[in-house]
């Protein structure tokens, strides 16, 4: 199939920023607050730097699980559905409150569930309000970014995947196990099976702290049966690992590794980031951590995306919270060139050469009358503009291979036959 990439557009990322209530240990510390949220819902000041940072939008610990799906993610689902490429993801320290958010601590609690289930609904909602002559297609696969290895949750025997590139696809993660899915339901069994596969240890912080990156990745392909035209739009919703202080987690030994990789790798989306955000910058590192190759199409590239960052309103985690704003607002100023993925199918384009042979042809009749209707009234026909007889006898030779430049510049030429005879007209007319 070919790819038609239309109407690039350069919009920048949506950066939303939601504070959790304070936990057990932090009240225990002091209880303290170390950030003060502005009236107007898209800022959030730290007294102790002097500092304010703007968002999109700021959600108090009082926010819904709904009401940061809606201004958040929503927008990127519809777009996927349209045939955009989306991604939504979270960041944040251990424990503010990344998969709270993404997951919930319920998939299937209407109240608490988080985004990723909340998109399931949505995607199945646009499916059964869509035209009756678009065939639907969904995909989904999941995978986690452990200790630099990418694993995939649904046959976890394949435990060191690599990723791959090429014009049509982009960036993406070959021989994942994607399976077609057709409800809701389907979609939530897949999600409990990657869920019980992911890796999880205990920690200081969070006693179900995630050890790893998980990308869950939906693929939406639509069928026009009208005109035969395909879209594939492509989700990604990333839940990334905590970034911590050993010294508070008290990681050691297996823990302790599993932390400087996370560290690394999360230091490494932000190297992207800083380059991205930095004029002078001339070279993107990608590749300097799985992570952030993966995310190589939703930082800087054809994506609408979305960041959630999640922080801790406590001051014990005052600098852990800061780091996490700077992230976000640096992350705020990176653009993505969005287009939809059309992808043009074979019988589409045998049809659009139907149209344009038809078309053709029809043309070929008009200049055909025209000229006898100019030498009927002594009109003498150019030369170079008689195509009569060199029309009949293209008509009658057996076809040759179609060469779209050729095609073209002959089109070009009976318009401007066609435009000079009306000229001719005219003259006839006015005398």
């Known amino acids: ?233 492509k989700l990604h919703l990333v839940d990334l690992a905590g970034s911590e202080k050993v010294g508070k987690t008290g990681a050691t030994g297996d823990r302790l590794d599993e932390a400087k990789n996370i560290n690394r790798s999360l230091s490494a989306l932000g190297n992207v980031i800083n380059a991205l955000t930095d004029r002078k910058s001339t070279h993107v590192p990608y590749r300097d951590s799985k992570l952030s190759r993966v995310l190589q199409e939703s930082l800087g590239g054809n994506a609408k995306t979305s960041l959630i960052i999640t922080c801790s309103p406590s001051y014990y985690n005052e600098q852990e919270t800061i780091s996490t704003l700077r992230f976000g607002q640096r992350a705020k100023m990176i653009k993505n060139v969005v287009k939809v993925n059309h992808e043009r199918s074979v019988e589409e384009l045998k049809m659009l050469l139907q149209r344009r042979d038809q078309a053709l042809g029809d043309l070929r009749g008009r200049v055909s009358l025209l000229e006898q209707l100019l030498r009927s009234n002594g009109i003498p026909v150019p030369e170079e503009h008689t195509t009569s007889s060199s029309l009949t006898r293209q008509a009658s030779a057996p076809p040759a291979p179609v060469d779209e430049a050729e095609k073209t510049e002959y089109e070009d030429q009976l318009q401007d036959f066609v435009a000079f005879v009306l000229a001719a007209l005219a003259d006839i007319l006015e005398t």
């Open 1 to 233: 199939m070919a790819f038609d990439g239309q109407d690039p557009h350069e919009e920048s990322i949506k950066v939303c920023c939601r504070f959790r209530p304070q936990n057990q240990l932090e009240k225990d510390q002091s209880g303290k607050i170390c950030i003060t949220l502005g009236d107007d819902i898209t800022s959030v000041y730290v007294p102790n730097i002097d500092s304010s940072f703007v968002f999109d939008r700021v959600f108090g610990s009082e926010a819904s699980q709904k009401e940061v799906y809606d201004y958040a993610a929503k927008p990127i689902i519809n777009g996927v559905l349209r045939g955009f490429n989306g991604t939504v993801f979270a960041y944040g320290q251990t424990a503010s409150g990344k998969t709270h958010t993404m997951e919930g601590p319920d998939i299937e609690d209407e109240v608490q569930m988080g985004v990723i289930p909340r998109m399931v609904w949505s995607i199945f909602d646009g499916i059964d309000h869509a035209a009756d002559y678009i065939e639907f297609v969904v995909k989904v696969a999941i995978v986690e970014i452990y200790n630099e290895r990418i694993r995939d949750l649904l046959d976890p025997k394949k435990d060191n995947l690599k990723i791959h590139e090429d014009k049509a696809r982009g960036v993406f993660i070959g021989g994942v196990t994607e399976t077609y899915v057709g409800s809701e339901q389907e979609i939530f069994d897949i999600m409990k099976t990657g869920k019980y596969n992911r890796a999880v240890a205990e920690t200081n912080l969070n006693e179900h702290s995630s050890r790893s990156h998980l990308i869950f990745m939906l693929t939406i392909e639509q069928k026009n049966l009208h005109d035969r035209s395909l879209k594939v739009g």
